[in-house]
């Protein structure tokens, strides 16, 4: 059985890791025709090769390898000694760190600013800011490894220029323009060498950089598209009754937007706690921070109208990268920015060495953990979540010094703090 790969669409830059690699490795792959994302990708059949349904998915006689930089790896494994894995121990280590440094600090941003622009997941300006600040983070210290290197690892191309590559690929090609990627010309140089070796232009054509940033979908009018479709009508000949013209009046009710249905946390009660009146006095408490900061908490906070939490990460034995580890924490922050007027949190990364614990402490609006941040922050589910139990000086302590980012914390250094506010 020869290895077939699902791809879902043409051009999917993931499966393309996969087909560039065949193409150094001399491994033949065949692309399963006829898949219809949504319907072939929920059969039985499917979901026993990827139980998430997701693409791409390569089938091999032994089994099914899904994951795109896990497909990668086993097509390159099948040749012997494959100069894409290095030719030392230390290249292959450097080689992994690449592959995962452009998953995590290029591609998930990358994808976080097309998801938001594209309309799939919803616009706010300044998770957008952050998202492309990560990126330039990222794009900026590859930039830097580039100023005095031809590609990210030794002196020919590995399996990880070629998902580095592919992952830039996304924005090169559909999201920044040459305004946005000449900051970076050492990424540039470096990208637009990698396309245009025969085996990467055998998959991926002639590639061209977009000239403009791509507009933001979710930001159209709703009428805009039912609009364009009845200008795209052939005008019909027969001449139709004048009907009366509607008031003004009548028309503007009717193209009125539907009042925005209000937050049920909106709704609460009054609460004697201002939120911005504690995130003024953490942001501007220089000095003397529990007696200034932490005194002004405890005497601001209204536990009829507020509610403490702790968190502690599922996961902690996962976390033995510290930049993987702190990326994984900035974006949750990220993502929580729908409950910013709800809520202030603290998030401690621990630890002097790997693995590293992550442990936070939230503050939010009304008794209980909003609904609507479980159901929109997907990061929730992967912490222990534990309220606090403010008449146990113990508790109330322990929330004292994460909001003071004490250290040691709990006998450990902290790696660092972020806060959300």
Request: neutral net charge; proline residues 7%.
């Amino acid at each position: 059985m020869a290895l077939k790969l699902y791809a879902g669409y043409p051009g999917n830059k993931n499966a393309n890791k996969a087909r560039i690699a065949a193409e150094y490795s001399g491994v033949k792959i065949s692309m399963v025709d006829n898949f219809e994302m949504g319907v072939t990708n929920k059969t039985p059949e499917f979901l026993k090769m990827n139980p998430i349904g997701k693409i791409p998915v390569l089938e091999t006689p032994e089994g099914a390898v899904f994951e795109s930089n896990a497909i990668a790896r086993y097509v390159a494994k099948l040749k012997a000694d494959n100069p894409l894995f290095g030719s030392t121990t230390i290249e292959y280590g450097q080689i992994e760190q690449w592959i995962d440094f452009s998953s995590l600090e290029i591609d998930a941003p990358l994808l976080s600013y097309f998801k938001a622009r594209m309309g799939w997941t919803p616009y706010f300006p300044a998770v957008e800011e952050a998202t492309l600040a990560d990126l330039k983070r990222g794009l900026g210290a590859l930039n830097t490894h580039l100023a005095s290197n031809t590609y990210v690892v030794g002196d020919s191309i590995t399996l990880a220029d070629i998902v580095v590559a592919c992952n830039l690929y996304l924005g090169f090609a559909r999201l920044l323009p040459k305004t946005f990627t000449s900051e970076f010309p050492h990424v540039e140089r470096y990208f637009w060498t990698l396309v245009n070796q025969p085996n990467f232009k055998k998959i991926l054509g002639d590639v061209k950089q977009t000239d403009s940033f791509p507009p933001i979908e979710s930001a159209k009018k709703p009428g805009q598209q039912k609009e364009k479709a009845k200008s795209k009508e052939a005008p019909k000949k027969e001449v139709k009754k004048e009907e009366p013209a509607k008031p003004a009046a009548a028309e503007a009710e009717e193209e009125a937007p539907k009042p925005k249905a209000k937050n049920p946390l909106d709704l609460l009660p009054p609460s004697k706690m201002i939120l911005d009146d504690w995130k003024r006095l953490y942001s501007n408490t220089k000095s003397n921070f529990r007696e200034v900061a932490i005194k002004g908490f405890w005497d601001m906070y209204d536990p009829e109208g507020y509610s403490l939490w702790f968190c502690d990460y599922k996961y902690n034995d996962e976390n033995t990268v510290s930049f993987v580890t702190l990326n994984k924490v900035g974006g949750f922050l990220q993502r929580m920015d729908l409950a910013r007027k709800y809520a202030f949190g603290k998030m401690l990364i621990i630890g002097g060495q790997p693995p590293f614990k992550v442990k936070g402490l939230w503050l939010f609006r009304g008794q209980e953990i909003p609904q609507f941040i479980i159901d929109e922050c997907y990061d929730m589910e992967l912490y222990e979540w534990k309220k606090v139990d403010i008449t146990d000086e113990a508790q109330k302590e322990r929330a004292s010094q994460m909001i003071e980012d004490f250290e040691p914390f709990e006998g450990e250094p902290l790696l660092d703090a972020k806060c959300f506010k």
